[in-house]
């Protein structure tokens, strides 16, 4: 059994919180640089640009790429063979996340109560997701993530006779919707199967794959290729001012679900989609 005390934990998330703000994803860069080099709209080419031009700006006056820092979405994948000592996980992690967005100047943007909406001025609490795992070690992951995205994701409990092609009218449905309301080019999270919170999560989950892999499920990748180059050809383009760059990728995870049901959600991530990893 290894022993990993609290403090550990809350300087992690702090600095996971600063760098998810700050720095841009090597993947998310190389592939805004690839799509930038192809767009055929001059405007979609000239936002594309400018959207490289602010991450290297943040990058270098260590400032956030985006002035809605988020609500902070952490994923934790717990060792069995830890023992944490000195204090809760939870509340460490939420002292990570008040300490990172004091120190790294990230907006507060966490209200206490969703009717009464007072704001608790630290962006505490987080949501955080737990995952069991084998081992001694902890894994987290912090995902800032703005509501411009966030307020245009939609869940439907479709029926099994609606099939594939049902699953995939409905995510392309959302991002037409969406517009430019959530900052494209766009990262597409899909979860497909589960309940109606297990599908919502596997969205969520599903943003945080690297640009460029796909699931390792033949089928599924089909679906990802597809919807991509469906969700392209809409032409919303870089910001909404047109082009071939809508989105970046449609990354999908699925699970297992009930006979008489066929649960589809899909949360989309901005241009920047930020999320920062470390391991304890």
């Known amino acids: 059994?290894?022993?990993?005390?609290?403090?550990?934990?809350?300087?992690?998330?702090?600095?996971?919180?600063?760098?998810?703000?700050?720095?841009?994803?090597?993947?998310?860069?190389?592939?805004?640089?690839?799509?930038?080099i192809i767009e055929k709209?001059?405007?979609?080419?000239?936002?594309?640009?400018?959207l490289l031009e602010n991450s290297e700006i943040a990058r270098s006056q260590q400032k956030p790429l985006c002035q809605d820092t988020g609500i902070t979405v952490v994923f934790v994948k717990l060792g069995q063979d830890v023992h944490i000592t000195g204090g809760l996980l939870e509340d460490a992690i939420n002292a990570g996340v008040r300490e990172g967005y004091e120190k790294g100047y990230l907006r507060k943007s966490v209200v206490n109560d969703p009717i009464f909406r007072?704001?608790?001025?630290?962006?505490?609490?987080?949501?955080?997701?737990?995952?069991?795992?084998?081992?001694d070690k902890i894994e987290i992951e912090v995902s800032p993530k703005?509501?411009?995205?966030?307020?245009?994701?939609?869940?439907k409990m479709l029926t099994p006779s609606q099939g594939v092609e049902g699953v995939k009218d409905f995510v392309v449905q959302v991002v037409s919707e969406a517009g430019a309301n959530p900052c494209p080019p766009i990262i597409v999270g899909v979860g497909i199967g589960g309940t109606m919170e297990k599908c919502a999560y596997y969205a969520k989950e599903a943003?945080?794959?690297?640009?460029g892999e796909h699931?390792?499920?033949?089928?599924?990748?089909?679906?990802?290729?597809?919807?991509?180059?469906?969700?392209?050809?809409?032409?919303?383009?870089?910001?909404?001012?047109?082009?071939?760059?809508?989105?970046?990728?449609?990354?999908?995870?699925?699970?297992?679900?009930?006979?008489?049901?066929?649960?589809?959600a899909v949360n989309i991530g901005c241009h920047a989609t930020r999320h920062a990893h470390g391991i304890i």
């Open 146 to 155: 703005g509501f411009g995205s966030e307020n245009k994701s939609q869940l």
């Open 1 to 36: 059994m290894r022993e990993i005390d609290v403090h550990e934990i809350t300087k992690l998330v702090s600095k996971l919180c600063i760098d998810a703000c700050y720095y841009m994803t090597p993947d998310i860069h190389a592939k805004l640089t690839a799509q930038r």
């Open 207 to 211: 943003l945080l794959r690297p640009v």
């Open 215 to 264: 699931n390792s499920a033949p089928h599924l990748r089909e679906i990802e290729e597809e919807l991509l180059e469906r969700i392209n050809k809409l032409g919303i383009g870089p910001a909404g001012f047109g082009g071939v760059t809508t989105a970046l990728a449609v990354n999908v995870v699925a699970g297992a679900t009930h006979i008489a049901g066929l649960p589809v």
């Open 118 to 135: 007072e704001n608790t001025k630290d962006n505490t609490p987080a949501v955080i997701h737990y995952n069991i795992v084998p081992g």
């Open 41 to 50: 709209s001059p405007l979609g080419k000239d936002i594309l640009g400018t």
